[in-house]
C-alpha cells in the first residue's frame, strides 16, 4: 500500500521506532494519528500535523477510544501499526506477577484489541493493513528474555492467523521482527538487564530511522515479514537449520548473566 494520503494509526508513538516510523510516514504525505502515554512527546513527534491521542494502552477501554477518536477524525483507518511494547530481563521465576501480566497485557492482548476494533472498518472498506512489531526475539526464543520472547512469538503467530482469516477480504497483515535497534528501550524495561554482549552489539544494531524505512518498503510491497537488520535472516536460518547449535550458544550467554546478577546480588 502506497502512504500517500493515507490515514496511519500508531501506537508507541512518541519515542524510538514509533516515532521515527510517524516521521517517515509524514514524509512520504500520510495523516498520521499517534498514541501513547506522553501528551508533550506525542505534540512533539507529530508537530502540529498529526492527530494525537494520549492514553494508556493498559486502561481496558483505551483501544476502543483510540480507535474511535481516529475514525471521528479522519473517517476511516488504512494502516495500524501495533508498536507499543515493554521488556523484561528475568528468569521466569523471578519475574513478578504483576510485570508478567503487565509486559502481556501491552506486548500482545493490547496489539489484539486494538486489531480487533480496527479491523471491522477495513473490512467494510475492502482496504487496510495491519503491522504488528514484533521481534527477533518472536522467531528465537531468548532465554534472558523468555517472558518477552512469549508476548512476541504469540503477536508473531497472530499476525500469521489474522493474515489468513483475512485473506482475500482486502486487508493485509505484516509483522515486522527488529533485532538490535538503538533506542531507550533497554532503559524502560520492568526489570533486569540484558548480557553485557548483547548491550555492547551496536555494530549490529540499526537506527530507528532505518528500521521504520524497512517498515515502509513492507508496507509498500504487501509483505508478510519484515526483518531488520539482515542479520536476523541468519540466524533464523540457523535456528531452523541447526537448533541445537544455536541454543547451547543461547543457552551458555543466559548463564552469564545469571553469574553476574548473583555476584552482583539483588537490584
Request: positive net charge; glycine residues 12%; hydrophobic residues 40%.
Amino acid at each position: 500500500m502506497n502512504p500517500n494520503g493515507k490515514v496511519v494509526l500508531i501506537t508507541g508513538a512518541s519515542q524510538g521506532i514509533g516515532a521515527a516510523l510517524a516521521r517517515e510516514l509524514s514524509k512520504r504525505g500520510a495523516r498520521l494519528a499517534l498514541t501513547a502515554r506522553s501528551a508533550d512527546e506525542l505534540e512533539s513527534v507529530g508537530g502540529g500535523q498529526a492527530l494525537t491521542i494520549p492514553a494508556d494502552l493498559l486502561e481496558p477501554d483505551a483501544p476502543r477510544r483510540i480507535v474511535s477518536r481516529t475514525l471521528e477524525h479522519y473517517g476511516c483507518i488504512d494502516i495500524l501499526v501495533n508498536n507499543a511494547g515493554i521488556g523484561l530481563y528475568r528468569t521466569t521465576w523471578t519475574a513478578g506477577d504483576a510485570d508478567v501480566r503487565r509486559m502481556f497485557e501491552l506486548n500482545l492482548f493490547a496489539a489484539i484489541e486494538m486489531a480487533r476494533q480496527a479491523v471491522p472498518g477495513m473490512l467494510e472498506r475492502r482496504r487496510g493493513v495491519i503491522v504488528n512489531i514484533s521481534s527477533m526475539a518472536g522467531q528465537i526464543p531468548l532465554p534472558w528474555f523468555t517472558l518477552y520472547s512469549a508476548t512476541k512469538h504469540g503477536l508473531c503467530a497472530f499476525s500469521d492467523g489474522l493474515r489468513m482469516e483475512l485473506r482475500g477480504d482486502g486487508v493485509h497483515v505484516m509483522t515486522v521482527c527488529p533485532g538490535y535497534v538503538k533506542t531507550g528501550f533497554q532503559d524502560h524495561v520492568l526489570g533486569g538487564r540484558p548480557p553485557e554482549r548483547i548491550r555492547r552489539a551496536k555494530a549490529f544494531a540499526v537506527t530507528p530511522e532505518e528500521c521504520a524505512r524497512a517498515i515502509l518498503r513492507g508496507i509498500e510491497r504487501n509483505a508478510r515479514t519484515v526483518v531488520t537488520p539482515g542479520y536476523g535472516r541468519l540466524l533464523n536460518g540457523l535456528w531452523h537449520l541447526a537448533p541445537g547449535l544455536l541454543e547451547g550458544w543461547l543457552s551458555a550467554m543466559a548463564r552469564e548473566l545469571r553469574s553476574a546478577a548473583q555476584r552482583k546480588g539483588p537490584e
